[in-house]
């Protein structure tokens, strides 16, 4: 009799730690590392827009410029990212699907020019690992399963620029007073040690989607550890509103159920825990063996609303269903970090696309986009 519990119950040990252990402290760490994250890329987004001010008047060293992009005389490019991607496709059950995956990126860049708003012209000179922030909106169809997808800056685009200014020769700056010199301007370079950053984005909103993203996993882990919590209520209505007491069997009946040709047992006991109050719960085969009617026996009483969820047996235990709290915590943890790096924008990952259809059927449209 210690170890009499309801119909597939599994002992109190275990059941603390699927419902307290998994359940509870599994998704609070879970939603704390999303929580953790978002903390930090919210900071990461005020230090980037600090770096910005744009009253502060050009002076050598590190600096952060806004303005409107111009071409250098003769060129006709600034940035380039290129994306190279091979296409494929797969059947399933008759549904086409395709999917382009990079295979080789490139950089091309250029001198250019930012028009700030105080009316100077300052000459930028990126290297080729520079970072571009920008939306990859351009696309070139080369063939059925060949295509380019690239981000660039053009003209009249206004962009954030971050790198080291100083004063050099600019062969568009107009010639200094001694004429032997050739023109000299302000020009911002790469760092020594760094990258430059374009981004045509404010500084700060690369890392506030990021945050963004984090806190609604946050978000998703809680609701999921929420609903778990709410299926097996009545493990917390019996911690809780639950007295540990004794109740006498009243009857014993055992019947089958038939549900798609599988053939159910169930062994109900009804309990008469005092006079006026009545209530039953299912027990293993092993266990009716030895009952009978009028044995005491231990219960776990609720009373009111909830005393459906009255258990036999000394201890707090939970339904063997409970053991679906493992791969849902798992399950969800891992959908959390696939998406984490498959929503990255395209110059923090490689390029992936997924449509539905043939390539075919893409074919015509992106020709005319391109």
């Known amino acids: 009799m210690p170890d009499l519990m309801s119909d597939n119950h599994i002992g109190p040990m275990l059941s603390s730690f699927l419902v307290d252990g998994v ?13 953790l994250a978002r903390a930090r890329k ?28 111009e071409r250098a005389e003769g060129s006709d490019t600034t940035v380039r990212v290129e994306v190279d991607q091979e296409g494929e496709e797969s059947e399933s059950s008759g549904v086409w699907s395709h999917k ?29 690992d520079v970072f571009l922030v920008d939306e990859m909106d351009g696309l070139l169809r080369v063939d059925l399963k060949a295509r380019t997808r690239y981000a660039e800056l053009t003209p009249g685009e206004r962009v954030y620029a971050a790198g080291v200014l100083s004063r050099a020769p600019d062969p568009e700056a107009q010639p200094a007073a001694d004429y032997r010199t050739g023109g000299e301007g302000y020009v911002l ?17 690369r ?18 550890a929420i609903t778990f919590h709410l299926l097996f209520l009545g493990y917390h209505v019996r911690r809780w509103a639950g007295t540990d007491t004794t109740a006498t069997i009243r009857k014993l009946d055992h019947y089958v159920t038939e549900s798609d ?9 009804w309990l008469t825990p005092r006079d006026g109050l009545s209530v039953d719960d299912e027990v293993e085969p092993e266990d009716f ?16 609303p909830f005393a459906s969820s009255t258990t036999i047996g ?57």
């Open 23 to 35: 359940g509870t402290l599994g998704f609070v760490v879970a939603s704390g590392v999303a929580l």
């Open 42 to 69: 919210r900071a990461e987004a005020r230090a980037a827009e600090a770096t910005f001010d744009g009253e502060k008047q050009l002076v050598a060293g590190e600096a952060v410029l806004f303005g409107k992009v």
């Open 100 to 128: 382009w995956t990079e295979k080789k990126r490139r950089v091309f860049v250029a001198p250019f020019y930012l028009r700030l708003a105080s009316g100077h012209r300052v000459r930028i000179e990126p290297r080729d």
């Open 189 to 205: 370079r790469a760092p020594r040690s760094g990258r430059m950053l374009l981004s045509s984005q404010p500084l700060g909103e």
């Open 207 to 224: 890392f506030h989607e990021r945050a963004r993203f984090h806190g609604r996993w946050a978000m998703w882990i809680a609701l999921t």
């Open 261 to 269: 040709d599988t053939l159910t047992h169930h062994y109900r006991v």
């Open 289 to 304: 063996a030895w009952m009978h009617e009028g044995q005491i026996v231990p219960v776990r009483l609720v009373e009111g």
């Open 314 to 370: 000394g201890h707090l235990t939970v339904h063997d269903l409970a053991w679906s709290v493992v791969p849902l915590l798992l399950g969800a943890w891992l959908i959390y970090q696939y998406r984490e790096r498959a929503s990255r924008p395209w110059y923090e990952r490689e390029v992936v696309d997924k449509g539905s259809g043939r390539l075919v059927e893409t074919f015509d449209a992106e020709k005319k986009r391109s």
